[in-house]
């Protein structure tokens, strides 16, 4: 009867480490069929001219690794243009976006006045609104604005957004208030308060609406393609698709460097930020 028990106690205690090790097996498999794409492209970008693309099964592996085609699309292609224009239009568009996003949400979050809800439901409902059923009336403006092909007219569009203001609003709800009654007491004004006790508190939430705000402007193509007809204001998503424009049916290699140039940032900024999106204790220094 011991033995029974025994056995049956250690089956059990043996299930949820099989469930779990089905769970991380069947995410390994799927993030893997995402990869194979991103994977694919990279391996054509460093193979040589002699190794054909097309085989089956495909090689992952390049047989000789080569920089050629990297060097090439620079020599011929703009890019370090394009890449200075990408990097000032994502630069510009997060800042603005934080910070107008984190000013228009501290009101929303802790101050009380007549219509706030109304207010917070109303910018809400603008995230159901397309871009496609504003873009028009928008461009109509840059052009009567004489914002056309200007990096100002990039980043006008994006410099709050709805998503952005629900973010931090939600993240502000969640800051204590014994901080803020706290140093409201030691004479900190509005603003102070925002700046230097909601700021650091919702730092995660920031990081966060930072790298979303930085990977939609850094792969935007439509708003930089309607609005844009001077080659020396493309973006690296415009530049890409004139590089497959130049090249198509010709040398894949080339559009797949190009690829590689125009996603390595955006994967860089990512792993250099994700250290950043951890709970911060904000209620650490509040007793009771």
Known sequence: MQTS??????????TPWLKTLGIYLLLGAIALVMLLPLVWLVS????????????????FLPQSPTLQNF?????TNPFGRYLWNSTLVAVLTVGLNLLFCALAAYPLARLQFRGREAMFSLIVATILVPFQIVMIPLYILMVQLGLRN???????PAIASAFGIFLLRQAFLGVPKELEEAARMDGCSELGIWWHVMLPAVRPAL?????????????????PLILLDQPEMYTLPL?????????SGDDWRLIAAGSVISIAPILLVFLWLQRYIVPTETGSGVKG
């Open 5 to 14: 028990n025994s056995s049956s106690g250690s089956i059990a205690s043996s």
């Open 44 to 59: 054509t970008a460093f193979k040589a001219p002699t190794e054909d693309l097309f085989t089956f099964p495909p090689q």
């Open 71 to 75: 060097v090439r699309v620079w020599q």
């Open 150 to 156: 200007s990096y100002v007219g990039l980043v006008f």
């Open 207 to 223: 990081v966060t609406l930072a790298i979303f705000v930085f990977i939609g402007s850094w792969s935007d193509f439509l708003w």
């Open 239 to 247: 530049g890409v698709a004139r590089l497959a424009g130049a090249f």
